[in-house]
């Protein structure tokens, strides 16, 4: 969380986010018009970009140097890209690709997903264990979850009654959360067992669509933004693995009791004594836009950073021991120059994919397999050159420098 792409109708552009006062832009190409995918490994030089020009191919570029890595075609509309040190996940309507991030190779097409008109995907930024989750049923809120290194689905977990809205692993992988369409419940569950951890209000006067799902780096809140003004950040933890030993006192002994009671009630009855409120709040001042949020820490403190699609990035102060009200500090134009491009809806939403035509992806160009693009540690688009599996899976990928790939800490 400490850079920001976004794809406009001239071009995309990509900044930097360190420091409160001050947005540095790292990148800006108007070579492809109305980009609607623009998605960076970390903060090094790979950059994937897909255009409303051409909606069925991925192009993955080496920024600095200006040099294309390969394009992909596939044959139906690409609804999101996911991708890690070692995977890059593009999905369809009613497929999802796998590819190996270090040649681009395809690994595994899963083919006959259930017809996911947002591509709705979420992938582990841990490589250690690239898992990828999906919707596994249209009508209810079943999540597939994959694992991506060894290519096999490890569970299915059912986790809400309703079709999935939103997924979103934690930094480690460990975690996953899930919103429904009716968005008034979020679920956090174990990976890969897929117990059930924790259960979020998010509110009951009315259903809401959320659109942005996200961790902290250390796991320790959960941000949930929405169509509506109000975001909600909520605190992952369990008072009774912390607590100290209560006194024998009569309200310390009917809290116990209440405990254990618990797991002799119906499900549902049970659930609701375990969920939580909101831990911290930000009301909007706009609503109805789609947003992104984001929990990071920038200049020591911990951040709230919530973009949206007219172009703008607001940043707030998040107390991490009181919650409340967060505050406002800073709020910046993403447009340059205070320009505004006209907010289409064509703009932020892909458009409506075709049906699904072929069973595997195809090149546009069909190189061979000795002559595959591949990007090395010296960050260009090296013909048949190839990252080692060591080198790759264990320590940073140098695209450019060092300093511009920070390890993933595990």
Same mark, same amino acid.
């Given at each position: 969380?400490?850079?920001?792409?976004?794809?406009?109708?001239?071009?995309?552009?990509?900044?930097?986010?360190?420091? !409160?006062?001050?947005?540095?832009?790292?990148?800006?190409?108007?070579?492809i018009p109305d980009?609607?995918?623009?998605?960076?490994?970390?903060?090094?030089?790979?950059?994937?970009?897909?255009?409303?020009?051409?909606?069925?191919?991925?192009?993955?570029?080496?920024?600095?140097?200006?040099?294309?890595?390969?394009?992909?075609?596939?044959?139906?509309?690409?609804?999101?890209?996911?991708?890690?040190?070692?995977?890059?996940? !593009?999905?369809?309507?009613?497929?999802?690709?796998?590819?190996?991030?270090?040649?681009?190779?395809?690994?595994?097409?899963?083919?006959?997903?259930?017809?996911?008109?947002?591509?709705?995907?979420?992938?582990?930024?841990?490589?250690?264990?690239?898992?990828?989750?999906?919707?596994?049923?249209?009508?209810?809120?079943?999540?597939?979850?994959?694992?991506?290194?060894?290519?096999?689905?490890?569970?299915?977990?059912?986790?809400?009654?309703?079709?999935?809205?939103?997924?979103?692993?934690?930094?480690?992988?460990?975690?996953?959360?899930?919103?429904?369409?009716?968005?008034?419940?979020?679920?956090?569950?174990?990976?890969?067992?897929?117990?059930?951890?924790?259960?979020?209000?998010?509110?009951m006067k009315r259903?809401?669509?959320?659109?942005?799902l996200v961790f902290?780096?250390?796991?320790?809140?959960?941000?949930?933004?929405?169509?509506?003004?109000?975001?909600?950040?909520?605190?992952?933890?369990?008072?009774?693995?912390?607590?100290?030993?209560?006194?024998?006192?009569?309200?310390?002994?009917?809290?116990?009791?209440?405990?254990?009671?618990?797991?002799?009630?119906?499900?549902?009855?049970?659930?609701?004594?375990?969920?939580?409120?909101?831990?911290?709040?930000?009301?909007?001042?706009?609503?109805?836009?789609?947003?992104?949020?984001?929990?990071?820490?920038?200049?020591?403190?911990?951040?709230?950073?919530?973009?949206?699609?007219?172009?703008?990035?607001?940043?707030?102060?998040?107390?991490?021991?009181?919650?409340?009200?967060?505050?406002?500090?800073?709020?910046?134009?993403?447009?340059?120059?205070?320009?505004?491009?006209?907010?289409?809806?064509?703009? !932020?939403?892909?458009?409506?994919?075709?049906?699904?035509?072929?069973?595997?992806?195809?090149?546009?160009?069909?190189?061979?397999?000795?002559?595959?693009?591949?990007?090395?540690?010296?960050?260009?688009?090296?013909?048949?050159?190839?990252?080692?599996?060591?080198?790759?899976?264990?320590?940073?990928?140098?695209?450019?420098?060092?300093?511009?790939?920070?390890?993933?800490?595990?």
């Amino acid at each position: 969380c400490s850079s920001l792409a976004i794809g406009t109708t001239t071009g995309y552009r990509l900044f930097s986010l360190s420091s !409160v006062e001050q947005l540095d832009q790292v990148h800006e190409s108007n070579e492809i018009p109305d980009v609607y995918i623009v998605e960076r490994l970390f903060s090094s030089s790979l950059v994937v970009v897909v255009s409303h020009a051409k909606p069925q191919q991925m192009n993955v570029y080496h920024f600095k140097k200006g040099t294309e890595i390969c394009n992909y075609s596939y044959s139906s509309n690409i609804l999101s890209i996911r991708l890690n040190r070692q995977r890059l996940v !593009v999905c369809l309507e009613e497929s999802i690709y796998i590819h190996n991030i270090k040649d681009m190779k395809l690994l595994k097409t899963i083919l006959d997903t259930p017809p996911n008109t947002t591509g709705l995907c979420a992938l582990s930024i841990n490589h250690a264990n690239s898992y990828l989750a999906y919707p596994g049923s249209a009508t209810s809120g079943e999540i597939v979850l994959y694992d991506g290194n060894t290519l096999k689905t490890s569970c299915t977990i059912p986790a809400h009654d309703g079709p999935l809205a939103a997924l979103t692993f934690n930094s480690t992988g460990s975690k996953l959360a899930s919103a429904s369409e009716k968005g008034t419940v979020i679920r956090v569950f174990s990976i890969p067992g897929g117990q059930k951890l924790y259960e979020f209000r998010r509110g009951m006067k009315r259903y809401v669509n959320i659109s942005s799902l996200v961790f902290s780096m250390d796991s320790q809140f959960l941000c949930a933004s929405s169509n509506t003004e109000t975001v909600h950040i909520f605190k992952l933890e369990h008072l009774t693995d912390s607590r100290p030993e209560e006194p024998p006192t009569w309200s310390g002994y009917m809290g116990k009791m209440f405990q254990a009671a618990t797991n002799y009630l119906p499900a549902q009855v049970s659930g609701m004594m375990n969920q939580d409120r909101a831990f911290a709040t930000v009301r909007l001042n706009i609503s109805g836009q789609r947003n992104i949020c984001a929990l990071s820490t920038i200049q020591k403190l911990p951040r709230l950073l919530v973009t949206t699609s007219d172009g703008h990035l607001y940043i707030y102060n998040l107390d991490p021991q009181d919650g409340g009200e967060c505050v406002l500090i800073k709020k910046h134009s993403l447009l340059g120059s205070g320009k505004m491009e006209e907010n289409k809806e064509n703009d !932020v939403q892909p458009p409506l994919p075709q049906s699904y035509a072929a069973t595997v992806a195809r090149q546009s160009t069909v190189p061979s397999t000795s002559t595959m693009p591949g990007y090395s540690e010296d960050g260009g688009a090296l013909r048949g050159e190839v990252i080692p599996e060591h080198e790759f899976a264990t320590g940073p990928v140098c695209l450019d420098d060092e300093n511009e790939f920070p390890p993933v800490s595990i």
